[in-house]
């Protein structure tokens, strides 16, 4: 499971890939999952195809070993209520606007799956045209025991990463606060 250095190392190899590119943001092209072999079970590459079309097109063995249906080609919004679709697709709008990174504290219930809880950092990456299109992460996905109704499923949270771009003024709604930060 991948603690903070975890999400640290993700954010230097992304650093380095910044400053390889010359961009604000490094491109998919650049992002070799395999350069960072300790992360590979937690990341995910997500394309944002258009505001409610976000595909994942990479997911972790141990991302997808947590569900019971693979995310990779799917689109990650028909696995959350259409209440959420407006919050991931703001804080993908977000991500890509500024640019920024972006962490998510939160427990979620995909599907008929068990209840777990997520902590996540995700990243921007650019297409070939600098535009950004891709959010590159890394997530821990672990599972809640006891009774799922103890939970308070609205209760999530998220921060914004300055990545030297600034970051968004608001949050999207349904957020309730900040994350937790990524302890360097």
């Not at 972006?102 to 209840?115: A, E, G, K, N, T």
């Amino acid at each position: 499971m991948p603690r903070d250095d975890f999400f640290n190392q993700l954010l230097t190899y992304w650093r380095q890939l910044q400053a390889a590119s010359g961009r604000p943001v490094p491109a998919r092209q650049q992002f070799n999952p395999m350069a960072v072999p300790r992360l590979l079970p937690f990341i995910y590459i997500i394309e944002r195809k258009s505001r409610y079309q976000l595909v994942a097109r990479l997911t972790g063995t141990a991302l997808d070993g947590a569900t019971s249906q693979p995310a990779t080609n799917t689109n990650i919004l028909d696995r959350h209520d259409k209440s959420e679709w407006d919050l991931h697709a703001d804080m993908f709008e977000g991500l890509a606007n500024t640019p920024c990174g972006v962490v998510l504290d939160r427990h979620m219930q995909i599907l008929s799956d068990p209840l777990y809880r997520v902590r996540a950092l995700g990243l921007p990456l650019a297409d070939s045209d600098g535009q950004v299109r891709f959010s590159v992460g890394i997530a821990n996905v672990q599972p809640v025991y006891g009774p799922p109704d103890e939970v308070d499923m609205a209760d999530i949270r998220l921060s914004w990463l300055d990545l030297g771009f600034g970051v968004p003024e608001t949050r999207p709604a349904l957020v309730r606060g900040a994350a937790s930060p990524i302890e360097n």
